[in-house]
């Protein structure tokens, strides 16, 4: 059984080694992430991250920008642990940004796709994502 919780400081040595490989799938693939970083995100109002854990492990996790004034969610990270590729997990955890993004009254959000596989793209275009203007950003606007 898969649980979706926010990240907590104790889950950052999981989430670099998950971040950090890039044998594993990604929104976007960027150098190491950092724990300073990592403890402000979890600290922050504006920032969450998510993650996906199975029998305590964690398998995925997703962070993302609240800005309140714009009324948009900015998607910064999406990172899942290649053992785990095909299971859904990304559709849970997009799912549970949506339902935030929609309960606090977003307009749209906003992501920068940098990766070579295309099933990453693919995924965003199914669900109604459109490339903007801007080079490797996609968006959406919400109900």
Excluded: C
């Amino acid at each position: 059984m898969y649980k979706i919780r926010e990240a907590r400081s104790e889950d950052f040595p999981r989430i670099a080694a998950i971040h950090d490989d890039p044998g594993h799938i990604h929104l976007k693939m960027e150098a190491s992430i950092e724990e300073q970083y990592f403890k402000s995100v979890v600290a922050a109002d504006d920032i969450k991250m998510y993650v996906v854990e199975k029998s305590g492990l964690i398998a995925a996790f997703i962070s993302f920008y609240i800005y309140h004034q714009k009324q948009t969610i900015f998607i910064d990270r999406l990172s899942i642990d290649n053992a785990y590729r095909k299971k859904g997990l990304d559709e849970h955890l997009y799912h549970k940004v949506e339902r935030l993004a929609e309960r606090i009254g977003m307009k749209r959000m906003l992501a920068d796709i940098k990766v070579d596989d295309p099933d990453v793209y693919e995924f965003f275009e199914r669900k109604g994502w459109k490339r903007s203007v801007q080079k490797d950003r996609y968006e959406i606007e919400l109900k």
